[in-house]
């Protein structure tokens, strides 16, 4: 028996076959779903004082409660402490500028517990040091035993080195990765149930703005990925991931292309958004209340400034979005527009990669909306713009 053409012979077949074609990249077309978009709470808040536990609680309320990211579960909570401790901007506390202010890491804390965290593990890879994170916290002037005492199951762990641990983890990314194809964290970050992305609201030098995906950059340890020669055991990560000059530890995997760009503005984006997509952030809080412009620490300049708002929301990109979008920039710019003058757009990166949206039309704002929250960094970036050039 032989096979029978279509009707209409050999020009049939071929329209049937380009039709059919056409068909199956409709279907494929219709199953590419667009990056998802969750609610994201924006709050006025202008002081560290009384009135930020019940501003917070009410934000969490608003994402639907924390219960059901606490109850029964480990809770580990990535905080923002770039830099030394000691280092400070001016006369400015750390907390008041490049680093998360104790007092929301004690409300987050506080809150955490009384939704039902059965333990709470406070994280941070603290820099130029393997010693415990405990030890960063007093440099800054900061009291870890009060934080700890906030819950009734805290820990404080330094993930830049395995300590206790026995060995790091390996993160994969999905689809491959934009830089690397995995990566090897401290096992604590796999080692829960809920992840906390908590940071500060700021300019980046290299990324354009810090928020609750930046802040994930701080997940890779120096004790792997750091420069040799460095700074204390472990190095800064410039070889590696600002500047591609080295691959990192053999324990971890190379990077996908060593042919690809070497520029900082074209890798940190992609390292951010490989590992916000490995180990993923279940609840972003981004403390604006008194912070920094101009730059992401003190070592770059920049300025105090107080913005006086608290941004959370459960999907890392659509928080950033409304983050950048409250600092006065418009999260949809692409490389070359503000912030993202000298790098690629992390948020675009993540959009396309299908982490999130960063379109604002789509992210519903619970609370105060963005145009009565928003504080202009844009001018602040600019005067450190001219004072460096």
Same mark, same amino acid.
């Given at each position: 028996?032989?096979?029978?053409? !279509? ?81 400070? &901007?001016?006369? /400015?506390? *750390? ?80 689809? #491959? ?28 030098? /290299? ?12 997940? *890779? ?13 472990? #190095? ?8 591609? /000059? ?14 690809? !760009? ?16 490995? +180990? ?19 070592? #770059? ?8 708002? &608290?941004?959370? #929301? ?11 979008? *409250? ?21 675009? &990166? ?14 519903? *704002? ?19 713009? +001219?004072?460096?050039?």
């Amino acid at each position: 028996m032989t096979r029978a053409d !279509p009707p209409g012979g050999l020009a049939s077949r071929r329209s049937f076959l380009t039709g059919a074609a056409a068909t199956l990249a409709l279907g494929a077309a219709r199953l590419v779903r667009p990056a998802p978009a969750a609610t994201v709470a924006v709050a006025k808040c202008d002081t560290y004082g009384a009135e930020l536990l019940a501003t917070l609680d009410r934000m969490f309320d608003q994402l639907g409660g924390l219960g059901r990211l606490a109850k029964g579960r480990t809770v580990a909570i990535k905080l923002n402490l770039t830099g030394p401790a000691t280092l400070r &901007l001016g006369d /400015t506390p *750390v907390g008041l500028a490049q680093w998360v202010h104790p007092d929301v890491v004690g409300a987050v804390v506080h809150l955490m517990d009384r939704a039902g965290a059965r333990r709470i593990r406070l994280l941070e890879g603290a820099y130029g040091t393997t010693a415990p994170l405990e030890e960063s916290m007093r440099h800054a002037d900061w009291d870890p035993k009060a934080i700890a005492a906030a819950g009734g199951h805290v820990e404080l762990e330094n993930t830049n080195a395995l300590g206790r641990a026995p060995e790091y983890r390996r993160f994969d990314v999905p689809g #491959g990765g934009l830089l690397f194809p995995s990566y090897l964290l401290h096992p604590s970050y796999g080692e829960c149930d809920t992840f906390v992305s908590l940071a500060k609201l700021k300019s980046h030098s /290299t990324a354009g703005i810090t928020a609750t995906m930046k802040n994930c950059f701080g997940n *890779v340890p120096t004790e792997v990925y750091g420069d040799p020669g460095g700074w204390p055991k472990g #190095g800064g990560r410039v070889g590696v991931f600002h500047q591609g /000059t080295r691959q990192p530890s053999s324990l971890a995997a190379p990077e996908r292309d060593p042919a690809s !760009p070497r520029r900082s503005g074209y890798r940190i984006p992609r390292v951010i958004v490989d590992v916000c997509a490995a +180990r993923p952030v279940h609840l972003g809080i981004v403390d604006g209340i008194s912070t920094m412009s101009g730059s992401e620490g003190p070592w #770059g300049g920049g300025a105090p400034c107080h913005p006086g708002v &608290l941004i959370a #929301g459960t999907n890392c990109v659509n928080t950033d979005a409304v983050a950048a979008a *409250v600092m006065g920039y418009d999260p949809m710019a692409a490389a070359g527009r503000s912030p993202f003058l000298d790098c690629d757009s992390f948020l675009e &990166l993540a959009d396309s990669q299908g982490l999130g949206s960063r379109d604002l039309r789509r992210i519903e *704002v619970a609370g105060t909306p963005v145009t009565k929250a928003r504080f202009d960094f844009e001018p602040l970036r600019r005067r450190r713009a +001219r004072e460096t050039s």
